[in-house]
């Protein structure tokens, strides 16, 4: 019976025309893979240019240097879209140590989170109480934790195989531990790093302080995993040693930025747009290359190989680096807003923003019925090893692009390495594998021709094939 | 049509116990991804005792440490298997440079290619010959080589999605190049070295002279792949200019060395045998981290995950660190001499020799039948993102068991960055990845499970679930 059913569905055939599809595919990944630029595009940005916090100098240098190459592939427009961005400054390195007996310290490796108040100018040194969630924070209250520091040790999950899963499991530490434990008296944050592995590094971050009134914000910053262990173990040993933090970050006032954007109008539908992006700006400890200088550079090579191999999109392809996701997503909402002003009629939007490695597959934001459409498709990725078509988030850049119509989605790289570089020193251009960065380029770039080629469920322009 | 066929494939339902097989897989994946030691046993192996060449002091200190490895698990038997292997040593590192004219000359790296002879005692100078493939060779003809170096440079080529294609597609270069050239009065030959990657390290591998008689074998040497394209572009611009390089490796006598062999015996059908294994001894300029202590560890860690788990395997399964695969595969051909000779019946083989690289799926040499029953597994794999099952070649070290019943198959980790490493001093533990390592564990566990549980099509004790 399931030998009989294969063979039917065989004889059905496939939805998608075969032949030229699978040479056009081809076409992409032989290009990439054998004549790309995204890598030396990333090479400037990471090795020139650097770590890209929004309102730093860094940035406008990134947002200069990506439109030059985007003036350079021949577009037929391209153009800033000016934001305003926060502007928050890390100051001096932070520095911290585990005072274990008077004078006998320990350093540990810190860092200020993304938003985070400063330290007194001397410094901060209080008893420390370690928690692995707010239900443990709540459960000690006021009495435990007033005029002490809280750590947050809670690990990432090693045994996700997903491991932004493991991120998401962690994550609420960073982002609202010093509102949750500001409410308590506790006079700072320390939190372990959103990171699987044991090393040296500190992950800084976004922190929010939520409804916390600004004399009740206490400093926030990240302690790298060993660094973690190591205080948990010393803590373990005697509940009165000391912590001892320091830092000089500021938040200044908003400054003016950009979005870079460039587009192929469309031959045929050209109200009809197809977005891809990544995110220009980065933190500040290393240089950004995997978040986000390759999703960057990968939607920048999804229009250049679609040009070098001589396809004229029905629809009008557009790429843009968003500024400022990482601290307040300013770039992705003002794109949505504009384009929302604008009426512009947004067909597919793909992001680019889990890093360089080696692509796995997509997850879809969109009705059933596109994504019925797009695992039609599947085939035509499986001899690039392509599998994972997945429902789930797209990229926080897009996200408010979406509505009803709109088909969003997010490239899904492997993810086993991705968080021993993400916002930390360790994120760093060695570390991104060429063939890994081209592979993505390509996977990209086939879906923005399928998407293209055959249009979206809800698309003004639905064709059948 | 195509839907309704889909829902009676469906209705079909899986040839698997898929409850219990689920939670088997998922507490494999647990157990290794949280509680796995195949990272500190490689950090051993790796940084205690490094490079591993057959003959050397440091396999035989890898045969004893991953000896008393396996007694520590508790298995039902472990020994050493004697193996006489080659031992060829390299001497002092190589020498080379570019002269583009007298006294000006321009070093580059290279290496002794595994099994040449040495250079004169002062080096070797030559004019050199550039070709791609041995067609041009033939092409040029004595009149051309007789006195010079031939310079293979054909690269890798970069389009192919599984990197080993292209590592098929150029090693004739190194393997026979010198036996080719030899044959026209060459002097010697240079080989680009087999990476994808623009880089600095020149890299070995087994090269062997075929019927070239003693007095005709000429000294080969790998060059680096930003070597090849130095000394390339040299010689467009002057085909007069000369190469010089001085190697002092040596073969020496055959030694004594062993295959490390462990295993549990099967609690209804002993006689059937599930081997999983990789090769102990690597190349001499890394630590051979990937190639192969990682499919040495993963190995091992596979029966101490089934164990460590409660599981209680029918059939025996052995662990088996096969000796000198790089350079005469003694280790695999005395292996399977030995199981010929005691009749001893194999039903599958399982080799992890491609890096220990996130895991992407197995590729298997077996019938048709036994194939299309693994072809039934796959759903179970997919929460682990394995999802590629094909035909192809398994492990060189199995090889020697294949018959026409045994299931042979090797794992196939992703294959991008492996050819930056292999068989370099670029192959060292800092390129292995924790997770990636523990999950292709736990994906070789995982099928050595199933293969235990349902057995094969053509085994004595072949079972229907």
């Known amino acids: 019976m399931k030998y009989l059913c294969l063979l039917l569905l065989l004889l059905a055939g496939p939805s998608w025309s075969q032949t030229e599809d699978k040479a056009q595919l081809k076409a992409i990944y032989d290009t990439s893979l054998s004549q790309g630029e995204a890598y030396s595009w990333l090479n400037y940005l990471s090795n020139q240019i650097g770590g890209r916090l929004s309102g730093s100098v860094q940035a406008e240098q990134a947002v200069e240097y990506t439109k030059k190459k985007l003036d350079s592939l021949g577009l037929d427009r391209v153009w800033l879209q000016p934001v305003m961005v926060p502007k928050w400054v890390r100051g001096a390195p932070a520095f911290a140590y585990i005072e274990s007996k008077p004078g006998i310290t320990s350093n540990v490796p ?9 330290t007194p100018l001397g410094g901060l040194k209080a008893n420390i109480v370690e928690v692995r969630s707010f239900e443990e ?23 996700n195989i997903r491991t932004f899963e493991s991120y998401s499991g962690a994550v609420d530490q960073r982002s609202s531990g010093a509102a949750q434990a500001a409410k308590y008296g506790a006079v700072g944050v320390i939190v372990r790093s959103m990171n699987l592995r044991l090393d040296d590094f500190p992950h800084t971050g976004a922190m929010n302080y939520g409804e916390t009134p600004l004399d009740k914000r206490i400093p926030a910053a990240a302690i790298s995993t060993n660094g973690a262990e190591l205080l948990s173990t010393t803590l373990k040993l005697d509940r009165e040693i000391k912590f001892y933090f320091k830092q000089n970050c500021r938040q200044l006032q908003d400054v003016q930025s950009y979005n870079v954007i460039g587009e192929i109008k469309g031959s045929l539908y050209p109200d009809e747009i197809i977005l891809v992006g990544g995110h220009l700006d980065s933190w500040d400890l290393g240089d950004g290359s995997h978040d ?50 604008k009426k512009e009629n947004h067909v597919f939007a793909l992001e680019s923003d889990s890093g360089g490695f080696t692509p796995r597959g997509f997850s879809f934001d969109c009705s059933q019925a596109d994504f019925n459409k797009v695992a039609t498709w599947k085939p035509l990725f499986e001899p690039y090893l392509v599998h994972s078509f997945v429902k789930g988030s797209s990229g926080a850049d897009i996200g408010p692009l979406k509505n009803d119509r709109i088909v969003l989605a997010g490239l899904r790289p492997d993810s086993q390495r991705y968080f021993e570089h993400h916002h930390s020193e360790n994120d760093v251009f060695e570390h991104v594998n060429k063939r890994e960065l081209e592979l993505g380029a390509a996977t990209m770039a086939s879906l923005v021709y399928l998407f293209d080629k055959y249009g979206t469920s809800a698309g003004s322009a639905q064709e059948e094939n």
Chains 1, 2 share one sequence.
């Open 137 to 159: 924070l709540d459960r000690l209250g006021r009495s435990e934790i007033e005029g002490k520091i809280v750590f947050y040790n809670r690990p990432m999950e090693p045994a």
């Open 110 to 118: 810190i860092c200020a989170l993304g938003g985070s108040v400063a």
């Open 292 to 341: 986000d200088g390759a999703g960057c550079v990968q939607s920048m090579e999804v229009l250049r190989l679609l040009k070098k191999i001589g396809y004229k999109p029905k629809r009008t392809l557009r790429v843009v680096l968003f500024m400022n996701e990482e601290n307040g997503l300013r770039g992705g909402k003002t794109y949505a807003e504009i384009a929302e002003n």
